[in-house]
């Protein structure tokens, strides 16, 4: 019922947001086409906008190019401290120019669980700072120097570049494609409103006064949402005011507005994200919203430290484009500096608002759309999944041998902990796959299924890894309610040597998984690597133990310890146990590793099969 509601809120939220973009859509539609009839002037203006935007998603696109592992890991490893995500945040933004792209990665990242909450805010509080160099650029570059002569070169050698089939190559003249494109922008709508102030001056519809600070503010908003740019909103506001179309203080009410008109693509990313992502889009729509009330309510005061600034650095009286981007930055860095402190009150508020669905049956947490973004998240949403699914997997078997996971994991000697737990209760495996293995496991495929990438990728040898692994789960999950059979029935027998038997069946089972749990404790802190090759070590442990367990059963049958039925009991036993633990084993092996694309390939070629592990135990006896 709680599921259901909160699809039905999701789903009226998306229906309401594609609304709203549909009558956007058909409201530029219809001013377009009024501007277009009314001056061809108004075209040259368009079509700087249309340019620009297609700039933008070229830049993009160029640097998702890059997006199969570097800008990944070093958002990893550089959003440990809130004021490292609040600069990854700010240099990412100004390098890119798209506070979108980092929106996006920031979101996908949250919702495979590599980012905390903390860290992605602190990431959006930047990418608010580093959007703002974006006015700088333009104020300051892109209307002082003819950027069209520049946007040339890098438009030939961008296209050349695209048409490479090297994928660094095809990024870098994504890029530079991109960088033209947006210089080009920039030199069509300065001139387009240079040439439509002969036909109309919209100056000449400036309100002054609080109505049209909220009026303009709303317009900033709209224009903002429609073309999902603030960059993109802020050209246009910096070229207008730069050939006096529209009047400063309209030209601030505007920026204000596209400053929460950007917060539209966070909450667009986050309805096909988790519950973390949707608390992102939260964080950032609150933060845009006291940001511009803050702004709106010492308007005046903004702008007297905005003329002072311009004095201290020689910027002239009348340059209000460059005025326009000390606003831009001040109020912006304001904003910052009062919510910096209350991140952390911030994510607890947002915790308690924005609660996690409540289930029966287990779901899986971190695949999600938005996880789909990139392929290097698209991998670790499975990697994390597949750990989940482990502990759900290490609970079942656990539990099916009459332990737990808390005095399994704990310092206590298994010799000790299995007298302390001599008898096994009955545990229904099936109910326990049904509720928190199967739906999981078929999610994992399902999405790994929706994988578009080449095999030439490294993502894609690493999925083929982990759909294995999940594999190995399951059918070590399988072994474990074969096993459950004679574990139940001949556990108690009044035969000692039947029991001892099967309390080394549980010995061995317990003894693994522990030792694995330490693997996963050891790759969850990254302290170091864990080598792939000192599996070795265990495949011929387990194999000898099985090899020991056959002969002692061979042994109590011909003795006549124990009866030929309860040997065969025992032996077929056994089995399931040596099965168990490999597929474990097998699992650890993708699963609780490190691997780096430099020693992953070259480490598993060195690994033994099990032929060579076969002549390794033969040799050895």
């Given amino acids: 019922m709680i599921i259901a509601y909160n699809a039905a809120i999701v789903l009226k939220v998306a229906v309401l947001i594609d609304m709203l973009k549909k009558i956007f859509f058909l409201s530029t539609l219809l001013v377009l086409a009024y501007g277009l009839w009314l001056s061809a002037d108004f075209n040259q203006i368009a079509a700087g906008v249309a340019i620009f935007l297609f700039g933008m998603l070229s830049l993009e696109q160029g640097f998702q190019g890059f997006a199969g592992g570097t800008l990944e890991k070093i958002l990893r490893y550089s959003t440990d401290k809130l004021w490292k995500s609040l600069g990854f945040g700010i240099v990412t933004t100004t390098l890119m120019q798209s506070s979108s792209l980092v929106t996006v990665i920031t979101i996908s990242f949250l919702s495979v669980g590599i980012l905390d909450l903390a860290a992605g805010i602190g990431i959006i509080f930047g990418a608010n700072l580093g959007t703002t160099t974006g006015a700088w650029l333009i104020a300051g570059l892109g209307l002082k120097v003819k950027i069209a002569a520049y946007a040339m070169p890098m438009l030939i050698f961008g296209v050349l570049l695209i048409f490479q089939k090297h994928k660094s190559l095809k990024a870098i003249g994504s890029i530079l494609a991109g960088l033209g494109f947006l210089f080009l922008g920039i030199h069509y709508m300065k001139e387009g409103f240079e040439a439509f102030r002969h036909t109309i001056d919209l100056a000449d519809y400036a309100i002054a006064g609080t109505k049209g600070l ?48 950007t917060t539209i693509t966070a909450i667009i990313g986050s309805l096909s994200a988790n519950v973390q992502g949707k608390r992102l889009a939260a964080a950032h729509l609150l933060f845009n919203i006291i940001t511009a009330t803050i702004a709106l309510l010492m308007l005046s005061q903004f702008m007297q430290g905005v003329d002072v600034i311009a004095v201290a650095v020689h910027i002239a009286e009348d340059d209000y484009t460059l005025k326009l981007a000390i606003f831009h930055t001040l109020f912006n860095l304001v904003g910052v500096v009062l919510m910096l402190p209350f991140v952390n009150k911030m994510v607890l508020m947002l915790e308690r608002v924005l609660k996690g669905e409540w289930v029966n049956v287990d779901k899986p947490r971190y695949l999600s759309t938005a996880a789909m973004a990139f392929p290097d998240t698209v991998v670790l949403a499975v990697h994390q999944e597949t750990i989940r699914l482990y502990k759900h997997a290490s609970h079942i078997i656990l539990k099916t041998i009459g332990l737990s996971g808390r005095s399994v994991f704990s310092d206590k000697e298994l010799t000790q902990l299995l007298q302390e737990y001599p008898n096994i209760s009955p545990y229904n495996v099936d109910a326990a796959y049904e509720r928190n293995v199967k739906g999981i496991y078929s999610a994992i495929i399902a999405f790994i299924s929706q994988a578009d990438f080449t095999w030439e990728m490294q993502q894609s040898g690493s999925l083929y890894w982990l759909r294995a692994a999940n594999r190995h789960i399951v059918e070590a999950i399988k072994d474990t309610k074969h096993l459950q059979k004679n574990l139940l029935r001949l556990a108690r027998s009044n035969n000692n040597y039947i029991q001892d038997e099967y309390r080394k069946i549980r010995y061995q089972i317990a003894e693994l998984l522990r030792e694995l749990e330490a693997f996963r404790l050891q790759y969850a802190s990254e302290e170091q690597d864990i080598a792939l090759l000192s599996f070795d070590v265990f495949k011929v442990k387990i194999k000898e133990q099985d090899q020991y367990m056959n002969a002692e059963i061979d042994r109590l049958i011909r003795e006549h310890k124990i009866t030929p039925e309860a040997g065969t009991s025992l032996i077929n036993d056994s089995a399931y146990m040596y099965a168990i633990k490999k597929h474990l084993l ?25 032929e060579e592990l076969g002549d390794v135990l033969q040799a050895g006896n």
Avoid: P, W
């Fill in 586 to 610: 097998d699992m650890a092996e993708t699963v609780f590793i490190l691997q780096a694309e430099k020693n992953s390939a070259a480490q598993r070629e060195m690994a033994l099969s099990d």
């Fill in 214 to 261: 909220f009026i303009f503010t709303l317009i900033g908003i709209a224009a903002t949402v429609v073309m999902q740019s603030s960059h993109a909103t802020m050209v246009l506001i910096i070229t207008a005011l730069s050939v006096q179309q529209i009047t400063y203080d309209n030209a601030l009410a505007l920026a204000i507005g596209s400053n929460v008109g």
